[in-house]
């Protein structure tokens, strides 16, 4: 930023010229005409937590710290950043820090008698330089202020006007193009991960290596760490292969305070975070997509200039191996997304068009619209049918792009990357009806059973609900044409049930949860046990009138009367038995072979039948235990699972590759859904997960599982079988008055394997 001169310039009056660069992290300041900046330090204020005027390690404690002072005692300091993401955001603040550096302790200069060049990001909102100029011009009195972009000055240093510049710094990074001189603000794109994102990020990773740091108070040692041992990998497959088998990368580091720390993949997982944002839960392509997408969107005259003069810029683009990376990548994106096109594609140009424009245009004339004279605003205002969709109006959906008017939608049409995509739609027509007919599909659904859930509501007032959202997927880009023939569809897959009326068409959304399907079934149960009852009792009197009738008759005798039991509570139970048992008469031969004729005829008949038997009713019994498990089932199956004892694995990359797929022992429980688990593959090492990325651990056969949800949850019991088609297993409960119990059909989600807490012991003794 600064000039390549040997002097200060100064101008005719003798005035000298003040070159000042805002940035998140760090402001640099100088004159212009020498070749480094007379000033670098930190953008940040600190106020002491504690009374001021003591000192803590000879530094005195002052009211306002800025800078390079904050950094000895920061520990004992509230920091405040006046910059977020390349704008500022405190404005005291920000008067501070410049009160700094005009003041004494820094350039020591009369405003009145310099001229001043501030930089500013790109995108910065208007009022904000507004605020700068009035600050400027009415706090310090400089003669003159100039407000340039800093991308536009990055390119002046290097001897060009026109160019791309990938500027990250501290808070933001931005990806600029300029031509001839001036930003190309319409093609400018920001992405809100720079270096403090990074250093965040590092932080994670150590603590998930063992290392406890503090994101306040240490994140400027973190910060060094970074910038002295990351670097970015060319092949990153290749690096994580590296760190797996070898320890080549890993890299000693001495902290402050006398102790070593040792960093391996780290080095190079942290700035990963700039081409695959989604490793911080950020939801946006990475910088050099980013990139290439800035420079595809140009005018194709002007393409070549932009990748031939790409320029890096700030502090976050000087990790080692970045340029090669964002060579490497850009070069395949350009291969796979530019020059994939055949010669069969480019002679069809003319039928694919015709496809499209159809496509684009029929799905909208074919709404019954109250009638207009066709192609005036009223008449497709009326066609497009939303509220706050008026941008639809000049919004090519296969694009995603919007027109400011008739004329500019009509230059897109004829554009080269309109063209292009026409090509790609010709080459798999489905696959973008597909993608937009899916997203409509789940948003008109979310709203259905979020708002109405299982009521029977209007389908035009579910569409209305689902078009109030700017950003939706329209109608005319789906397979669907009418709400009708969506709502058809709904019906036919059974996603939700439908019916017309004179009033229109009617849905009612059809819930298949799981809970539901339990109830359902229960019901059903209790509605066949009924019907069982009810015949039992029916056979029970009809049996009772046939025994009356014989007793009329005198062919029953009369049954023995029998008395209640009584006896005294220390009165014990005894049974006589006889020490010999009688033996029977011996037969005589003749009869000997008459019994054996008539057993072989009793067994001839009692064979049992081949036609279908009827269902052996239920006792009491069952009945009490059925219900008794239905009601356990009710109450404690629930979402949270986790228990102290047993072995989940990992199956989410959010805490790094190493620990992707890693099983551990659950040796804490924390707020129900957050498990501390102590590796079994290091058991020096803990890590705490939250549920959603963990699953049970399904153990060998005869082995002791808990049971960790359902009616029988907190049992243990021994693996007899699994089913891996039904993905169930049968349990045999092993403890408590149950013990001994089969369960059958039991979910893998329910049990999970027993490590017991000897383990969890263990850990919590050696900390």
């Known amino acids: 930023l600064l000039a390549v001169g040997y002097k200060e310039m100064v101008d005719s009056a003798g005035r000298k010229l003040i070159v000042l660069d805002n940035g998140t992290g760090f402001v640099k300041c100088g004159y212009a005409g020498t ?21 803590v390690n ?121 031509y001839q001189g001036f930003a190309l603000n319409h093609l400018t794109k920001r992405l809100d991960i720079a270096g403090r994102n990074i250093t965040s990020y590092l932080v994670s990773l150590l603590k998930l290596r063992g290392y406890a740091f503090n994101h306040s108070a240490d994140f400027e040692t973190v910060r060094q760490i970074k910038e002295k041992l990351c670097y970015t990998a060319y092949d990153i497959e290749q690096e994580v ?57 140009a005018d194709i005259d002007t393409r070549a200039e932009f990748y031939k003069h790409i320029v890096l810029s700030g502090g976050s683009t000087m990790f080692a191996g970045l340029p090669s990376r964002f060579e490497r990548e850009i070069k395949q994106l350009y291969l796979e997304r530019v020059l994939k096109g055949n010669k069969e594609t480019f002679q069809n140009f003319y039928r694919y068009t015709v496809i499209v424009v159809s496509y684009l245009y029929l799905g909208s004339t074919l709404l019954s619209m109250p009638k207009h004279e066709p192609f005036t605003p009223k008449a497709i205002s009326n066609r497009i049918k939303a509220k706050g969709l008026q941008k639809l109006r000049w919004f090519c959906q296969m694009c995603q792009k919007q027109c400011r008017d008739q004329n500019g939608f009509k230059c897109h049409l004829t554009s080269e990357s ?55 997927v329209h109608m ?61 009792d029916v056979i029970m009197k009809q049996a009772e009138r046939a025994r009356e009738r014989l007793k009329e008759s005198g062919e029953l005798e009369e049954e023995a009367s029998y008395s209640e039991l009584k006896k005294s509570d220390d009165q014990k139970i005894e049974f006589k038995l006889p020490k010999m048992v009688p033996v029977k008469d011996k037969l005589k031969p003749l009869e000997i072979l008459s019994n054996a004729a008539r057993s072989s005829t ?95 651990v399904i153990p060998a056969l005869n082995r002791t599982v808990l049971i960790v949800n359902g009616a029988y949850r907190g049992q243990k019991a ?36 027993w490590h017991g807490h000897s383990s969890a012991l263990r850990f919590y003794i050696s900390s």
Not at 85 to 94: A, E, F, K, Q, T
Not at 429 to 452: A, C, H, N, V
Not at 481 to 506: A, H, P, S
Not at 738 to 753: A, F, P, Q, S, T
Request: hydrophobic share 35%; proline share 4%; with cysteine.
């Open 476 to 536: 005319n880009s789906t397979c669907w044409f009418t709400l009708t023939g969506f709502v058809n569809y709904l019906g036919r897959t059974g996603i939700c049930k439908v019916d017309q009326t004179e009033k229109g068409w009617f849905i009612q959304y059809i819930d298949r949860s799981l809970e539901e399907r339990r109830e359902k079934m229960a019901k059903k149960v209790k509605m066949d046990m009924d019907d069982e009852e009810r015949m039992r």
């Open 58 to 178: 000879d530094v005195e404690l002052q009211d306002v710290m800025i800078g390079s002072k904050c950094a000895a005692v920061r520990h004992m300091l509230d920091l405040s950043y006046p910059m977020d993401n390349g704008i500022v955001r405190n404005w005291d603040d920000m008067d501070l820090v410049w009160d700094y550096t005009f003041g004494p302790e820094c350039l020591n200069l009369q405003p009145s008698e310099c001229k001043l060049l501030l930089t500013e990001a790109p995108l910065n909102p208007i009022k904000n330089r507004e605020k700068m100029f009035e600050v400027m011009f009415e706090k310090f009195g400089f003669h003159s202020v100039y407000v340039a972009v800093q991308a536009v000055l990055t390119l002046y240093a290097q001897g060009l006007e026109t160019g791309v510049v990938v500027d990250s710094g501290d808070g933001v990074t931005h990806i600029c193009p300029v």
């Open 718 to 753: 021994t693996l007899e079988s699994v089913n891996e088609k039904n993905y169930s297993a049968s349990v045999r409960i092993c403890e408590g008055v149950i013990r001994g119990r089969l369960l059958e059909n039991v979910e893998y989600e329910d049990i999970c394997k």
């Open 418 to 472: 309109h063209q292009r995509q026409l090509l790609l739609f010709a080459e798999s027509p489905g696959r973008f009806l597909g993608q937009y007919s899916g997203e409509f599909k789940k948003g008109f659904l979310d709203i259905l059973t979020r708002q109405f859930g299982t009521k029977r509501v209007k389908a035009n007032t579910v569409y209305q609900e689902y078009i109030k959202d700017r950003n939706h």
């Open 241 to 297: 292969k590296l760190a797996l088998e070898t320890v080549i990368l890993v890299k000693p580091y001495t902290l402050p305070d006398g102790r070593v720390i040792r960093v391996g993949s780290e080095r190079f997982q942290a700035p990963e975070v700039l081409f695959q944002p989604n490793l911080i839960d950020v939801e946006c392509c990475g910088i050099s997509e980013l990139l290439f997408n800035v420079i595809q969107s």
């Open 602 to 696: 009793d067994r001839k008949f009692d064979k049992p039948s081949t036609s279908k038997s009827v269902t052996r009713p239920k006792s009491a019994l069952d009945e009490i235990k059925e219900a008794e498990e239905m009601y356990k089932e009710k109450k404690n199956r629930t979402r949270c699972w986790l228990h102290p004892g047993i072995v989940v694995k990992i199956i989410s990359k959010r805490y790094g590759e190493r620990l992707n797929n890693e099983k551990g022992v659950v040796t804490n429980v924390k707020e129900e859904r957050f498990a501390c688990l102590q590796l079994l593959s290091d058991e020096d090492t803990t890590v705490t997960v939250e549920q959603k990325h963990l699953e049970t």
């Open 35 to 55: 070749n480094f900046p007379e000033h670098v330090f930190p953008s940040v204020v600190g106020r002491p937590t504690i009374r001021s005027k003591i000192k």
